[in-house]
T-cell receptor, first 123, second 111 residues
Framework: GAVVSQHPSRVICKSGTSVKIECRSL??????MFWYRQFPKQSLMLMAT?????????EQGVEKDKFLINHASLTLSTLTVTSAHPEDSSFYIC???????????????????FGAGSRLTVL | QKEVEQNSGPLSVPEGAIASLNCTYS??????FFWYRQYSGKSPELIMF????GDKEDGRFTAQLNKASQYVSLLIRDSQPSDSATYLC???????????FGQGTRLTINP
């Protein structure tokens, strides 16, 4: 259980265009999802926390008008990179909290399960 | 700034030996800690999580937590070439309900 599906896995686009990435929780409801970005040989950087039915919470330094997040349902969050530029090329990964019970033991730990990631290349 | 520190490596271990990965964290309020494995070009996958002081074992993996020293470790016994990956340590920022990741340790198991 606790599978997060992310699409597309790879996308190549021209500079100035917009790209949408979808993240779905397949067998559980996710009121909160997290969007990360990872540059080569670097760690995960949290971009924003996506909250179902409300505005996303962005980390310091992340442009909310450039990285639009929509969490319209309990199973779907989308990240749209608007007017993409080559410096936006990166590996984008979404994640969701695994509900208690699906994490393998009862605890209060906020276990995250990750989508497969989307590699964006902006030409 | 809440931080999680790891040695970036690379750490090379011969096949069959024990690999030891270490992590320290700055936030004394953190209660839960996680180890993720990430293969090149892939997303992270959970190995273990721990929230009580002491050891927690799962197969070949043992997580160790020492809250007084703010130290978390992961031991991999009988290391296999398939264990070669980057291992990410994460601590829960309880106040913000999110995970803070370390920079990861690249582990190579040599046949």
């Amino acid at each position: 259980g606790a599978v997060v599906s992310q699409h597309p896995s790879r996308v190549i686009c021209k500079s100035g265009t917009s790209v949408k990435i979808e993240c779905r929780s397949l067998d559980f409801q996710a009121t909160t999802m997290f969007w990360y970005r990872q540059f080569p040989k670097q760690s995960l950087m949290l971009m924003a926390t996506s909250n179902e039915g409300s505005k996303a919470t962005y980390e310091q330094g992340v442009e909310k008008d450039k990285f639009l997040i929509n969490h319209a349902s309990l199973t779907l969050s989308t990240l749209t990179v608007t007017s993409a530029h080559p410096e936006d090329s990166s590996f984008y990964i979404c994640s969701a909290r695994v509900p208690l019970g699906l994490a393998g033991e009862s605890s209060g730990a906020n276990v995250l399960t990750f989508g497969a990631g989307s590699r964006l290349t902006v030409l | 700034q809440k931080e999680v520190e790891q040695n970036s490596g690379p750490l090379s271990v011969p096949e069959g030996a024990i690999a030891s990965l270490n992590c320290t964290y700055s936030d004394r309020g953190s209660q839960s800690f996680f180890w993720y494995r990430q293969y090149s070009g892939k997303s992270p996958e959970l190995i273990m999580f721990i929230y009580s002081n002491g050891d927690k074992e799962d197969g070949r993996f043992t997580a160790q937590l020492n809250k007084a020293s703010q130290y978390v470790s992961l031991l991999i016994r009988d290391s296999q070439p398939s264990d070669s990956a980057t291992y990410l340590c994460a601590a829960e920022d309880g106040g913000a309900q999110k995970l803070v990741f370390g920079q990861g340790t690249r582990l190579t198991i040599n046949p």
